[in-house]
């Protein structure tokens, strides 16, 4: 009933930039938190940022400064601005967010199927 589909990663230098997209598609009611996480070979998901349906935001240590997240209501879509970045952002970055859908009394949680970014150095 719900997509989440994730766009806009690749392969960059360190120092870099790149934008990722997030698209939420299908019978959606309400469109609330929405997030972008990463996981790198061999170590946990991440979160890298988090924004909510009023626009307040919230970005992992690791990336402070350096990447800004955005969402577009209108167009149920959330992206994530990278730049500064080091080979350590390499990683698949997943796009997370919690849809209430149509006929449904509460929101849950989906995931998109995520985009891989490297940073080589």
């Known amino acids: 009933q719900v997509q989440l589909v994730e766009s806009g990663g690749g392969l960059v230098q360190a120092g870099g930039s790149l934008t990722l997209s997030c698209v939420a598609s299908?019978?959606?009611?309400?469109?609330?938190?929405m997030a972008w996480y990463r996981q790198a070979p061999g170590k946990q998901r991440e979160l890298v940022s988090a924004?909510?349906?009023?626009?307040?935001?919230a970005y992992g240590d690791s990336v402070k400064g350096r990447f800004t997240i955005s969402r577009d209501n209108a167009k149920n879509t959330v992206n994530l601005q990278m730049n500064s970045l080091k080979p350590e952002d390499t990683a698949d970055y997943y796009c997370?967010?919690?849809?209430?859908?149509?006929?449904?009394?509460?929101?849950?949680?989906?995931w998109g199927k995520g985009t891989p970014v490297t940073v080589t150095s």
């Open positions: 997370n967010a919690v849809i209430r859908v149509l006929g449904q009394l509460y929101g849950m949680n989906y």
């Open positions: 299908g019978s959606i009611f309400r469109l609330n938190d």
């Open positions: 924004i909510t349906s009023s626009g307040s935001t």
